[in-house]
């Protein structure tokens, strides 16, 4: 399954939140794992997700912890979804999780900022209480994105030292929920939007699971639902008269849905939000409908009182209001994905967006350094600065798992027509020559992937 299409109700797909609070344990000598705790915990405490658990703690042992803490929950999956493919997906959790259920591992992920999912057929027990268990921990590496690394001191503590200027929440950050979807179903949808003059134009393609006396048919509506195009097929492209293009400011999106049917019997249904707008550049000029784009607006980072990096609507809707006020059109996601939701309020409000890749604190720092940022103070006297990239691990390791990373935010939002412009690093050190070699690779394998084929940047 991909997990990158956004969970959707529709009248083949049923979505259960079970976000609220859950319970909690910090595992102060990560025993945990050895001591198989993902059968069950004991002596929990409350926990609310999604958020970061950090602040939420007074004691300053539970906000910088170091390693793993556990979530637990009991979820009750409805009979009537037997004969569904069943999945627990995760929007995400800082940096590393594995989930089991029922005391059977699902999946593991790597990396803090996006959506994955686990397969649980075979594993629940329908209209019966299914205890999912969650361990996550926190640490950093010079080849983790973001990057950093662990002091270890005498007494035994241990303590993530981040190697960027902002602070290293943890916890599951974005909305945790399971999605009941058809055998057959659709999989992925890639958009690619035109126009000239007054038509515009979608290439679409579709992966899906297609019986063999079914079909795939395509229906684009417009914003007040009138249908204004159709076809047949996994691929194809639909065309638009009179169009309305999406445009900075005036987020007007047209909804493609995709249905598999065999004769008069719906199989699956996926509708898919678009805005039809063009970006390039040409010589110093930005352009987005062939209109010079200038950028006013902010890095901003997904923080605030108490929730800390976890994903909250009120703060979503608070930050695009203070966005408007101060007239900015556009925000680059310093520094790694944002919650699919606030891509979301981008479409819908016609905020540009330059999407960056959690690629952060790529140079070394030792003696006790991190959380200094290259622009800002600088590297203090008693700081050694080794070649970062000409460690074995960063270009096998590191390397791969920017590759990951990068392929992971475009296959989740390479629909969305605010994005314009891809970050595929931030404050990298690129003055030390292995650097070159490196980067060559990651902005070759970020061409590879993009279907719109926009900008590639970093900072």
């Known amino acids: ?22 319970r909690f344990k910090i595992d102060k000598n990560n025993e945990g794992r050895h001591q198989n705790w993902a059968r069950g915990l004991t002596d929990t405490t409350d926990m609310a997700v999604p958020s970061s658990y950090n602040d939420i703690f007074t004691e300053k042992e539970h906000r910088d ?3 793993d803490v556990w979530y637990e929950t ?8 037997e004969d569904k493919d069943i999945f627990v997906r995760f929007g995400s959790v800082t940096h590393q999780a594995t989930v089991w259920v029922n005391g059977t591992e699902v999946v593991s992920h790597v990396g803090g900022y996006l959506p ?3 397969l649980l057929n075979g594993i629940v027990r329908f209209n019966d209480k299914n205890k999912i268990v969650v361990v996550v921990n926190n640490e950093l590496s010079r080849t983790t994105l973001p990057c950093g690394h662990v002091n270890e001191y005498e007494d035994g503590t ?59 048919h395509v229906t684009l509506y417009d914003a007040k639902g009138n249908p204004v195009s159709r076809n047949e097929g996994t691929s194809g ?18 909804t493609l849905e995709a249905i598999i049917r065999s004769d008069d019997y719906l199989i699956d249904q996926y509708s ?27 890095g901003k980072h997904e923080d605030s009182e108490y929730r800390g990096r976890g994903y909250d609507p009120v703060v979503n809707l608070r930050d695009f209001e203070l966005l408007k006020w101060i007239n900015a059109n556009s925000i680059r996601t310093s520094h790694y994905p944002y919650a699919e939701e606030f891509m979301q309020l981008a479409n819908r409000r016609g905020l540009v967006v330059i999407d960056e890749v959690s690629a952060v604190g790529q140079f070394d720092m030792m003696n006790g350094g991190g959380g200094i940022s290259a622009l800002g103070a600088g590297i203090s006297s008693t700081t050694e600065k080794v070649k970062f990239f000409d460690n074995e691990d960063v270009r096998t390791d590191g390397l791969a798992t920017h590759k990951q990373a990068i392929e992971e935010l475009f296959r989740r939002d390479k629909n969305h027509p605010c994005v314009v412009m891809w970050s595929l690093a931030n404050e ?32």
């Open 237 to 254: 492209q639909l065309l638009i008269k009179n169009v309305r293009l999406w445009k900075p400011g005036e987020g007007y999106l047209y």
């Open 116 to 118: 994955f999912a686990g």
């Open 158 to 216: 241990r303590e993530v030292k981040p190697w960027f200027d902002f602070f290293n929440y943890a916890g599951i950050h974005r909305p945790v929920k399971l999605l009941a979807l058809p055998k057959y179903r659709i999989t992925d949808i890639t958009v690619v939007t035109d126009f000239e003059e007054t038509t515009g134009k979608i290439d679409y393609t579709i992966e899906a699971r297609v019986p063999d006396n079914a079909r795939v």
């Open 1 to 22: 399954m991909s997990v990158f299409l956004f969970p959707q109700e529709s009248a083949t797909r049923r979505v259960k939140d079970i976000n609220g609070i859950w």
């Open 428 to 459: 990298p050190d690129t003055t030390q020559e292995a650097s070159g070699e490196y980067f060559r690779q990651v902005f070759e394998y970020a061409r590879s992937l993009d279907p719109q084929n926009r900008p590639l940047t970093f900072v």
């Open 74 to 81: 009991e979820v009750i999956i409805p009979k009537e979804w």
């Open 65 to 67: 912890h170091c390693g």
């Open 272 to 298: 898919l939000e678009t805005g039809i707008r063009t970006v390039r550049i040409e010589g110093n000029k930005f352009l987005i409908n062939n209109e010079p784009f200038y950028f006013k607006g902010f």
